[in-house]
């Protein structure tokens, strides 16, 4: 059994877990995949393109030590049966970070802060009211790793919690909505915890967003699960009450992390009904290591169940 781990050589990290690969299998760590590697029957990954794909012929599974599959050629994974495990180790880190962004939204926190440090008390002098978290109707679209921890969250505080899960199917004391439009006009403030893919790219475009007309939406999965310029325009005409997200529409540059980069291609950063934070939901002390030792331990199951 050939193992690829595609890893930064910086990655400090993986050098404390590769002795347990070892044990495994025949252990290789690249920055990417090479010629040399056509043997590998596993990788361990976080991206892979298609022309890597194709310099492995005996591939048998991926297993990634991040959430998504959405760096991943999954339709030509799909096609040739290769077994993709993404983890889950970090779900309630990242649900941590979907209340608060909720919260800040609902609280008006971003707005109030600045305001208050331009010596201004009450906005324009009526407008400073706040909306609780309590009693509130929250919708939950997706129902995986994040979405169940967020639904535990959103509960113990008090909130009302509707789960539309791909599947159909929930647990007991999981109240659950048949479509998208249901869950739509029944909440407050809308959960996004889905994966993108070809289904679910855009899935909140302008007619879902004129069914959130005066209520919230906060995204922790991916921008382009909401359509930009429909978001956009919502959010200036205040039809949406306001958007609180981790996730955007560009990312920085890969070699260079403090290079600027705009997240958008209109002007959110003028509107004070948006609370951003820069894809960092697990960026908590611990996570990455948390990613590793779940993606070793997927695969240990998975040889285990191959026998």
Not at 96 to 125: K, M, Y
Not at 148 to 172: P, T
Request: net charge neutral; with cysteine.
């Amino acid at each position: 059994m050939k193992i690829i781990v595609k890893a930064s050589q910086n990655d400090s990290i993986w050098d404390r877990y590769l002795a347990q690969l070892s044990e495994m299998g025949d252990v290789v760590r690249l920055t990417s995949v090479a010629k040399s590697s056509t043997d590998a029957n596993i990788l361990i990954t976080t991206r892979l393109t298609r022309e890597e794909l194709e310099l492995l012929p005996n591939l048998e599974a991926v297993f990634l030590y991040k959430t998504g599959t959405d760096g991943l050629p999954m339709d030509e994974l799909n096609l040739r049966g290769i077994t993709v495990v993404p983890s889950h180790a970090v779900g309630d880190v990242v649900a941590e970070h979907a209340l608060t962004l909720g919260l800040c939204l609902l609280h008006r926190t971003v707005e109030f802060d600045t305001d208050l440090r331009n010596d201004i008390w009450f906005s324009d002098g009526k407008d400073y009211f706040w909306t609780g978290l309590c009693g509130s109707r929250a919708g939950i679209v997706g129902f995986g790793s994040i979405g169940g921890a967020l639904h535990k969250k959103l509960f113990a505080l008090g909130a009302q919690v509707k789960i539309l899960n791909r599947s159909g199917i929930y647990s007991n004391g999981v109240d659950g909505v048949k479509s998208l439009a249901a869950l739509l006009e029944w909440c407050n403030i809308l959960f996004l915890c889905l994966p993108l893919t070809p289904m679910t790219e855009g899935i909140i475009g302008e007619e879902e967003l004129e069914k959130l007309k005066g209520k919230f939406l906060v995204n922790v999965a991916r921008g382009g699960l909401v359509d930009q310029k429909a978001l956009y325009e919502a959010l200036r005409s205040r039809s949406l009450r306001g958007y609180a997200s981790d996730v955007w529409y560009h990312s920085p540059c890969k070699t260079d992390r403090l290079k600027k980069t705009s997240a958008w291609d209109y002007d959110f950063r003028s509107l004070r009904n948006v609370v951003v934070s820069p894809h960092n939901a697990t960026h908590v002390d611990g996570a990455h290591e948390m990613y590793i030792k779940d993606a070793i331990m997927n695969m240990r199951r998975w040889l285990k169940s191959k026998g």
